[in-house]
């Protein structure tokens, strides 16, 4: 067993109730304006505004704000992996002045890492996920050398490589190209000759996902 131990402070690394209880003490962190969305994820904050007829200024406040807060309540930003990112589908983006933290100047980025997915640089996203997913095809094929039954073969893949291929499915989907399309499905493909039974392709996913979804909206 191990030995216990008292903290005062802070939430202890790798504990189960970690994350709860840092949700619990930054609860009170919220938007005051409509137009700017905080969404929190444990101890990873994303701030996202809306900018319109070139007015930012209520994005740049909220950011000032989550930062007096950060100060209030004994939190320190980590300015050195904090990134922005400006959504424009404007065919002339005009120059926005840099953001800045506590004295230090945020980058600005193409595309970031969010929760698994990579925002707006789709391609980007799928290299990744047919990378990863091909690297799990590997332990499909020793599996099927260990002669498994294709019902386990079957389970496996849905658990493994499917959840790769799925992961924000009904958010990059529909925008990605029939390129990417056909480069995702043949990992499908690779996975059916290995079982030897048809699974359901990428496009019947999205779909099924995307109703559950909606369902869930609707409720």
Same mark, same amino acid.
């Given at each position: 067993?191990?030995?216990?131990?008292?903290?005062?402070t802070? @939430?202890?690394?790798?504990?189960?109730?970690?994350?709860l209880?840092?949700?619990?003490?930054?609860?009170d962190?919220?938007?005051?304006d409509?137009?700017v969305?905080?969404?929190?994820?444990?101890?990873?904050?994303?701030?996202?505004?809306?900018?319109?007829?070139?007015?930012?200024s209520?994005?740049?406040?909220?950011i000032?704000?989550?930062?007096?807060?950060?100060?209030? %309540?004994?939190?320190?930003? %980590?300015?050195?992996?904090t990134?922005?990112?400006?959504v424009?589908?404007?065919?002339?983006?005009?120059?926005?002045?840099?953001?800045?933290?506590?004295?230090?100047?945020?980058?600005?980025?193409?595309?970031?890492r969010?929760l698994?997915?990579t925002?707006?640089?789709?391609?980007t996203h799928i290299?990744?996920?047919?990378?990863?997913?091909?690297?799990?095809?590997?332990?499909?094929?020793q599996?099927?050398?260990? %002669?498994?039954?294709?019902?386990?073969?079957?389970q496996?893949?849905? @658990?493994?490589?499917?959840?790769?291929?799925?992961?924000?499915?009904?958010?990059?989907?529909?925008?990605?190209t029939?390129?990417?399309i056909?480069?995702?499905?043949?990992?499908?493909?690779?996975?059916e000759?290995?079982?030897? @039974?048809?699974?359901?392709?990428?496009?019947?996913?999205?779909t099924?996902?995307?109703?559950?979804?909606?369902s869930?909206d609707?409720?």
């Amino acid at each position: 067993m191990s030995y216990s131990r008292t903290t005062s402070t802070g @939430a202890p690394q790798g504990c189960v109730l970690s994350p709860l209880l840092f949700s619990l003490y930054t609860n009170d962190c919220t938007s005051t304006d409509p137009s700017v969305k905080l969404l929190k994820f444990a101890d990873d904050t994303t701030v996202i505004g809306l900018i319109q007829d070139g007015d930012e200024s209520a994005y740049r406040q909220e950011i000032e704000q989550l930062a007096a807060w950060c100060i209030l %309540n004994n939190l320190e930003l %980590n300015t050195l992996q904090t990134v922005e990112m400006i959504v424009d589908f404007r065919r002339n983006t005009p120059a926005l002045p840099p953001l800045t933290i506590m004295n230090s100047t945020v980058p600005t980025v193409e595309s970031f890492r969010f929760l698994g997915t990579t925002i707006s640089q789709w391609d980007t996203h799928i290299d990744a996920t047919i990378k990863k997913a091909q690297q799990r095809l590997y332990f499909l094929r020793q599996l099927r050398k260990f %002669n498994l039954p294709q019902e386990l073969l079957t389970q496996f893949y849905s @658990a493994v490589i499917e959840s790769v291929l799925c992961t924000s499915i009904t958010v990059w989907f529909g925008s990605v190209t029939k390129s990417d399309i056909r480069r995702l499905q043949r990992t499908v493909r690779t996975a059916e000759r290995i079982i030897g @039974a048809p699974l359901p392709t990428l496009q019947e996913l999205y779909t099924s996902r995307h109703h559950i979804s909606a369902s869930s909206d609707s409720e």
